[in-house]
C-alpha cells in the first residue's frame, strides 16, 4: 500500500508539476536572482544534515540569527590535551585558544590556525592547515553512546522479566518476537542449528543498532550514524574479523585449493576467492552505507522542493511525495537492518560449515 500511494504522488508530480511550473514561468522570472540562493540554500542544509558535527544544532530563529541546540565536549590532542566544549567555536564563526594554540572549525573539522583564524586552501579548495588529533564527543559518538544505552536498557529489562515468569511481559512482549524471527529466519538457517548460537549476541545487537539508529535518523535530531563510513566500516570490520578467526579448515581449504577441482583451476580460482573475502564485508559496508545516504538525500531535496516551487500545487504534492516517502524509510530502516544481519550470518555459515564429501 505504502508503495502504491508512492507512486501515486510520484504520477500526479511528474505529470502536474509542469503546468503549474509554466504558469509561475512570469513569476520565477521576476525572482530569478532569488532562486539560486534558495537552491543553495536547501544544497547546503542536505550537506550539514549529512555531515557529522561537534554540537547537536537543532534549528535557527532568522529573525534573530540565534542558534538553538546543546554542544559537545572537543577533545584534541596538539603537543598536550585540550578540551573544551564546541559552544566556543560558536558555529565555526569564533577561533578557540587552548593553551596558546588556535583552533577553527570547517565543515565539521578543526583545523589549526593563528590568532586571527585564517584558513589556507589548496587548488581543490580543501584546507592546508594542520589537524590536530581529534577524539572529540561528536553528534555520531554520542548517539552510538546513547544508543548503546538504549539496547542495553532493552535487553536487560527483558532478561529481567522473564526472572519472575517464563510468560512474556512488558518489554519482552515486543522484542521476543524480534529475538525468534532473528533465530529463526536468520541465524539458523545460515549458519545451521549446531553453530547458530556462538553467533546470536552479535547478531542480535547489530539488528537492533542498525533498526535504532536508522529510525533515529528519521527524527529532526539529524542522527546520521549509518551514514558515516566509518560507522559501517567498522561494522563490516567486525562481522569480517569474526568471520575469519572462526572459520574452521574446510573454509580456508574451498578458498587456497578447492577439492574435486583440476590443479590448474585451483591456482587461477584461489587468488579470486582470497579477494572474495575482502570483497564481502566491503559490499557489506557500501551497501547499508549508500542505502541510507541516498534515501536522506533524496527525502531532504524533495522537502526542498516545497520552497522551490512555491505554489499551492506544487508545495502540497512536494509534501505528500515526501511524507509516502517518509513511510517507506521507516521500512527501508528496518530492511537495512534485515540485510546487513542476514549477510553477516550467511558469512559465518560459510566459515563454519563442515564439508563431508570432496566431489
Known amino acids: 500500500m505504502q508503495f502504491k500511494t508512492s507512486k501515486l504522488?510520484?504520477?500526479?508530480?511528474?505529470?502536474?508539476?509542469?503546468?503549474?511550473?509554466?504558469?509561475?514561468?512570469?513569476?520565477?522570472?521576476?525572482?530569478a536572482e532569488a532562486e539560486p540562493s534558495i537552491k543553495e540554500k536547501i544544497k547546503k542544509d542536505i550537506e550539514h544534515h549529512l555531515q557529522d558535527s561537534h554540537d547537536f544544532h537543532l534549528f535557527t530563529d532568522n529573525a534573530t540569527g540565534t542558534h538553538?541546540?546543546?554542544?559537545?565536549?572537543?577533545?584534541?590532542?596538539?603537543?598536550?590535551?585540550?578540551?573544551?566544549?564546541s559552544s566556543k567555536f560558536h558555529h565555526g564563526e569564533d577561533v578557540v585558544e587552548s593553551k596558546?594554540?588556535?583552533?577553527?572549525?570547517?565543515?565539521?573539522?578543526?583545523?589549526?590556525?593563528?590568532?586571527?583564524?585564517?584558513?589556507?586552501?589548496?587548488?581543490?579548495?580543501?584546507?592546508?592547515?594542520?589537524?590536530?588529533?581529534?577524539?572529540?564527543?561528536?553528534?555520531?559518538?554520542?548517539?552510538?553512546?546513547?544508543?548503546?544505552?538504549i539496547i542495553i536498557l532493552i535487553f536487560s529489562r527483558t532478561a529481567k522479566s522473564y526472572k519472575t515468569s517464563l510468560v512474556p511481559s512488558g518489554m519482552a512482549k515486543f522484542v521476543e518476537p524480534i529475538i525468534v524471527f532473528v533465530r529463526d529466519e536468520i541465524a539458523i538457517p545460515n549458519i545451521g542449528e549446531k553453530d547458530y548460537k556462538r553467533f546470536m549476541s552479535f547478531l542480535l545487537t547489530?539488528?537492533?543498532?542498525?533498526?535504532?539508529?536508522?529510525?533515529?535518523?528519521?527524527?529532526?535530531?539529524?542522527?546520521?550514524?549509518?551514514?558515516?563510513?566509518?560507522?559501517?566500516?567498522?561494522?563490516?570490520?567486525?562481522?569480517?574479523?569474526?568471520?575469519?578467526?572462526?572459520?574452521?579448515?574446510?573454509?580456508?581449504?574451498?578458498?587456497?585449493?578447492?577439492?574435486g577441482v583440476p590443479v590448474f583451476m585451483k591456482i587461477v580460482l584461489a587468488p579470486i576467492e582470497l579477494l572474495g573475502v575482502f570483497i564481502k564485508p566491503f559490499a557489506l559496508l557500501i551497501r547499508l552505507y549508500a542505502n541510507i545516504t541516498a534515501g536522506h538525500v533524496v527525502l531532504m531535496s524533495i522537502i526542498g522542493m516545497m520552497f522551490v516551487f512555491k505554489s499551492w500545487i506544487g508545495s502540497p504534492?512536494?509534501?505528500?511525495?515526501?511524507?509516502?516517502?517518509?513511510?517507506?524509510?521507516?521500512?527501508?530502516?528496518?530492511?537495512?537492518?534485515?540485510?546487513?544481519?542476514?549477510?553477516?550470518?550467511?558469512?559465518?555459515?560459510?566459515?563454519?560449515?563442515?564439508?563431508?564429501?570432496?566431489h
Open 68 to 85: 538553538y541546540g546543546f554542544p559537545l565536549p572537543v577533545i584534541l590532542w596538539d603537543d598536550g590535551l585540550h578540551v573544551f566544549m
Open 317 to 358: 504534492l512536494s509534501f505528500g511525495l515526501a511524507f509516502g516517502l517518509s513511510l517507506l524509510e521507516l521500512l527501508v530502516a528496518a530492511l537495512q537492518a534485515y540485510i546487513f544481519t542476514m549477510l553477516s550470518a550467511l558469512y559465518f555459515g560459510s566459515a563454519v560449515a563442515e564439508h563431508h564429501d570432496e
Open 206 to 259: 547489530i539488528f537492533f543498532f542498525i533498526w535504532i539508529v536508522n529510525l533515529f535518523g528519521l527524527t529532526p535530531l539529524g542522527i546520521n550514524v549509518t551514514n558515516s563510513i566509518s560507522v559501517t566500516f567498522a561494522l563490516a570490520l567486525i562481522t569480517f574479523l569474526i568471520t575469519q578467526f572462526t572459520a574452521r579448515k574446510d573454509y580456508w581449504k574451498h578458498i587456497f585449493w578447492m577439492p
Open 9 to 31: 504522488f510520484l504520477f500526479l508530480f511528474v505529470f502536474v508539476a509542469p503546468f503549474f511550473a509554466s504558469a509561475q514561468h512570469d513569476a520565477d522570472t521576476a525572482h
Open 100 to 149: 596558546g594554540n588556535y583552533y577553527k572549525v570547517y565543515h565539521s573539522k578543526v583545523y589549526k590556525t593563528d590568532e586571527s583564524g585564517v584558513l589556507t586552501f589548496d587548488e581543490h579548495h580543501h584546507p592546508t592547515n594542520a589537524m590536530p588529533l581529534d577524539f572529540s564527543i561528536t553528534k555520531n559518538v554520542f548517539s552510538i553512546m546513547a544508543i548503546m544505552l
